[in-house]
Structure formats: structure tokens, C-alpha cells
């Protein structure tokens, strides 16, 4: 059983929207940071946006005004909206939680496994 999984990746005109979501297995123990990251052929996966337990909230450069990024802490969920996609946005999206899986193993920072997000006309 996978313990994170994504949803909502697909393909977008230049200037539409998505919705990105990553939720925990149900069996997870806690969670601390949740992060989103994107991955282009080539080069090494960047942190796009990431928000604490306490709600402390960071974003790329590139991204900022336009994407925001929220938490549900019941249900261990994180989502990405992504308003106003422009071409450059095209990647594969992974969510990315520190987390303790079980009461019984450490924390640790575990990855989904991605979402393709194209960006295109």
C-alpha cells in the first residue's frame, strides 16, 4: 500500500488551472512538512511550495502569486492550486511529506509517485 498518493495532474491550455492533491494512507502515523516538488528531463526535482504544521507557507520565485498551496491536517492531505499555467510549468509534480508512517518508525521524508502536468496549446 502506497503511503502517499497523487491526483490531478493533465494536460492545460497556457493560462488555465489545476488542482493538484496528495493525500496520506490512512494508516500514517503523523505529519510534519508537506512540500511540493516539480521535475523537468534533466534536472533535479525543485521545491515549488511547501507549508508547515503551523501553517508557514513557502513558494518558488516562479510560482508565487500564482499557485497556492493548503493543508488539511485531519484528513493528512495537501493540495496545490495552480492558476495562470504558463508552459514553463510543465513537469511531473511530487508531493513530498516528513512524516511518521507508523508509532513504531522514525520520521522521515517520503515521496508520492508524480503527477505529469503539461502545459501546452
Known amino acids: 500500500q502506497a503511503l502517499l498518493v497523487e491526483s490531478g495532474g493533465g494536460l492545460v491550455q497556457p493560462g488555465g488551472s489545476l488542482t493538484l492533491s496528495c493525500a496520506a494512507s490512512?494508516?500514517?502515523?503523523?505529519?510534519?512538512?508537506m512540500a511540493w516538488y516539480r521535475q523537468v528531463p534533466g534536472q533535479a526535482r525543485d521545491m515549488v511550495a511547501e507549508i508547515t504544521s503551523g501553517n508557514e507557507i513557502q513558494y518558488a520565485d516562479y510560482v508565487r502569486g500564482r499557485f497556492t498551496i493548503a493543508r488539511d491536517n485531519a484528513k493528512k492531505t495537501v493540495s496545490l492550486q495552480m492558476n495562470s499555467l504558463e508552459p514553463e510549468d510543465t513537469g511531473v509534480y511530487y508531493c513530498n511529506f516528513y512524516m511518521r508512517p507508523r508509532g513504531t518508525m522514525p520520521w522521515g521524508y517520503y515521496w508520492g509517485q508524480g503527477t505529469q502536468v503539461t502545459v501546452s496549446s
Open positions: 490512512e494508516s500514517v502515523f503523523s505529519v510534519a512538512m
